[in-house]
């Protein structure tokens, strides 16, 4: 008899603890495990189902170390798994099939798919630390210490609308371009253009979804212009007013020898915006709510580097064209619509 209740006593103990690793911030995921809740941010309208498991390993900040934005789906039986202060970011109206494994410091923009046991790693094994020793043992010393890891991690850039094949293998370092599909199986083991689709092990170029050709001017309106306004741009919300930004937004023109960028576009909070050309801070004011029209003088420089080290990976795989970034600080995220840019002569 009181074996039986051993027995029981047991079962409910392993019940309430898989209970308390399901739960995050107050909000209740049946079957899926949470380790260091404290490190992870899911937003309360996406979806997680049962056998996932998201975990911040050794965390050395307070800050997020995994966020998944809203209207995001992931699978069943995912891993998601951070080290220290890597980070693994999947933005809006992402979907994750089943049994995809993402490690390390892995950024997937908004309106990705990635099919059935992708795996994306910004990580490797330690071969060549103390090359006597085995592999797992060389593992377990390097990832004991920070200095160690970061040796071997090289974060992985997922952009926007991108199509991840079943069972492909996306390799550390690798940026992978807006709009670009990877076929199934695939090894991709270098950067992928945008819109291109590459398919092979390793990838090769297959075929073009379109030919990513920048014009002098863009505009929201136009379908022809969606894909040059390239990272933070809601597509999905279109209206009358066309294309909406979030926090830190990227648009890619031509190259030109024009001195003066023309900014149309409406505000519809008060807030704070910086606009970069490339290296240049060009733009550094307070805004208030209203139509907005601004020419902007390309040759204004100032220190940039908080913000274009972000996107590094994004100005090596674009320096033949001019980005030009935005980041706007304010409490209500849909900012700027009705936008276009264009270069003009100068006066």
């Not at 979907?95 to 494994?101: E, G, V, W």
């Not at 592999?135 to 609308?161: H, M, S, Y």
Request: with cysteine.
């Amino acid at each position: 008899m009181i074996k039986y209740l051993q027995i029981i006593w047991s079962a409910i103990k392993n019940a309430l603890r898989s209970i308390n690793k399901s739960i995050l911030h107050g909000r209740y995921f049946p079957g899926v495990e949470f380790y260091n809740q404290q490190n992870i941010i899911v937003h309360e309208r996406s979806s997680i189902d049962p056998g996932t498991r998201l975990q911040v390993t050794q965390p050395v900040t307070a800050g997020a170390n995994i966020v998944i934005e809203e209207q995001c789906w992931l699978g069943r039986d995912i891993e998601v798994q951070t080290n220290y202060d890597s980070k693994i970011v999947i933005k809006k109206n992402v979907s994750i099939q089943d049994r995809c494994k993402i490690l390390g410091s892995v950024h997937i923009g908004s309106d990705s798919l990635l099919a059935p046991d992708v795996f994306i790693s910004s990580g490797n094994h330690y071969y060549d630390h103390i090359p006597e020793l085995p592999i797992k043992q060389q593992d377990k010393l390097a990832i004991g210490t920070i200095e160690l890891f970061k040796e071997k991690n090289r974060p992985v850039e997922i952009e926007e609308d991108c199509w991840l094949g079943k069972s492909s293998i996306i390799m550390r370092g690798v940026n992978i371009g807006r709009g670009a599909i990877i076929g199934a199986n695939s090894l991709v083991n270098k950067n992928v253009p945008p819109y291109e689709i590459w398919s092979g092990s390793p990838a090769k170029l297959i075929k073009k979804r379109l030919n990513f050709n920048p014009d002098l001017s863009i505009h929201s309106d136009r379908i022809e212009s969606l894909p040059y306004f390239y990272r933070g741009f809601d597509h999905n919300d279109k209206g009358t007013d066309g294309v909406m930004s979030y926090n830190t937004s990227i648009c890619i023109l031509a190259v030109s020898n024009k001195n003066f960028l023309l900014l149309k576009g409406k505000i519809h909070t008060e807030g704070h915006l910086k606009i970069w050309a490339n290296e240049s801070l060009i733009f550094n004011e307070q805004v208030v709510t209203g139509d907005y029209k601004q020419e902007l003088k390309l040759q204004q420089t100032s220190d940039s580097k908080q913000i274009c080290e972000l996107y590094n990976n994004l100005q090596k795989g674009l320096q033949q064209y001019l980005c030009v970034i935005f980041e706007f600080s304010a409490k209500d995220r849909q900012i700027l619509k009705g936008f276009s840019i264009k270069n003009i002569e100068q006066e």
